[in-house]
């Protein structure tokens, strides 16, 4: 089954410890990307990649590293959380260019205390 | 910066109803627009696209619309069903890369 794999669903963490997010698509797709959703703001891209080792950042980037070392493997490394990350992240991927069909992950409830 | 949005965010329907949902974007230079459904618990799910030169599209059940004179877009779902409950999100896109997502109608579904 085409899908995007988040881990983990839910977490609880304290400030300051590190934590990384996993992604992971088995649908050979090129693009993939991060993105947070907050109560009234919708979704907002963190960073993206176009292939490997090729990252940029989107709208909200500080406080969060990611790599893309394997074409399936997108993961979101939050270096020092601090509460202001808490949230619901979504991973997505996309054959294309990053528009078009993004197909996403089922998320990651992230509460940083 | 500049940023989509919608105009309600909440719409409730009555079953079988046709739905109407709408969304505002600001940036001149948007090409491409989706409208994207998010169910409780899950991410969200591509229903429909539309590039800039079109300002009609249909798909099953849904129909966008385009207006660019006024920045506007919408989506349109005919006879609206229990399963159409969900969160929708607009986003626009100026480049290849990035898509912008405005905040969500949250769209109920009455029996």
């Known amino acids: 089954e085409a899908q995007v794999t988040q881990n983990p669903r839910y977490l609880i963490t304290v400030t300051g410890k590190k934590l990384t997010v996993t992604c992971s698509q088995n649908m050979n797709h090129e693009y993939m990307s991060w993105y947070r959703q907050d109560p009234g703001l919708g979704l907002r891209q963190i960073y993206y990649?176009?292939?490997?080792?090729?990252?940029d950042k989107g709208d909200v980037p500080e406080g969060y590293k990611v790599s893309r070392k394997e074409k399936r493997n997108f993961p979101l490394i939050l270096e020092s959380p601090s509460p202001n990350q808490t949230s619901l992240y979504f991973c997505?991927?996309?054959?294309?260019?990053?528009?078009?069909?993004?197909?996403f992950g089922e998320g990651s409830r992230l509460t940083v205390l | 910066g500049e940023s989509v949005g919608l105009h309600l965010p909440t719409l409730s329907v009555q079953e079988g109803d046709n739905s109407i949902i709408n969304c505002a974007y600001s940036n001149s230079a948007s090409d491409y627009f989706i409208w994207y459904k998010q169910e409780s618990g899950k991410g969200p799910q591509f229903i429909i696209d539309i590039r800039s030169n079109m300002d009609k599209r249909q798909g099953q059940r849904v129909t966008v619309l385009l207006n660019k004179t006024v920045k506007h877009l919408s989506l349109q779902i005919a006879a609206t069903q229990p399963g159409d409950s969900a969160v929708y999100f607009c986003a626009e896109s100026s480049n290849d890369y990035k898509l912008s997502f405005g905040a969500g109608t949250t769209v109920t579904v009455r029996a």
């Open positions: 990649s176009m292939n490997v080792e090729v990252t």
């Open positions: 997505a991927s996309s054959p294309g260019t990053g528009t078009g069909e993004l197909f």
